[in-house]
Nanobody, 124 residues
């Protein structure tokens, strides 16, 4: 499986962006598909994940109620709709895939396939 992320950009606080991740190269039935982010000088952190089969989702507390992760089954794409963006959301966002289990689905160790990052910049 290979991943290609897109959709980053620069917005003002309160604005919205939609990130997309296109998967290719293999079936996703046993995968969780996730978004992580990494701000300058900080560790990579979990943002959201969705189980490809069934659609179970988990979110970081910092984005609950503002971000929504979804999937397009036929197109093998995962989206992250980000509303109410804050300057603290500024980071490089990465999509990831892995045969995680629920207990590891919110940690980077649950994922072994990573796409390239896409920059999100939120100005105040």
């Amino acid at each position: 499986v290979q991943l290609q992320a897109s959709g980053g950009g620069a917005v003002q606080a309160g604005g919205s962006l939609r990130l997309s991740c296109a998967a290719s190269g293999g079936p996703l039935n046993s995968y969780f598909m996730a978004w992580f982010r990494q701000a300058p000088g900080k560790e990579r952190e979990f943002v959201a994940t969705i189980r490809w089969s069934g659609g179970t989702t988990f979110y970081a507390d910092s984005v609950k109620g503002r971000f929504t992760i979804s999937k397009e089954y036929a197109k093998k794409m995962v989206h992250l709709q980000m509303n109410g963006l804050e300057p603290e959301d500024t980071a490089v966002y990465y999509c990831a895939a892995g045969r995680a289990i629920v207990s590891t689905s919110t940690t980077a160790r649950g994922y072994d396939i990573w796409g390239q990052g896409t920059q999100v910049t939120v100005s105040s």
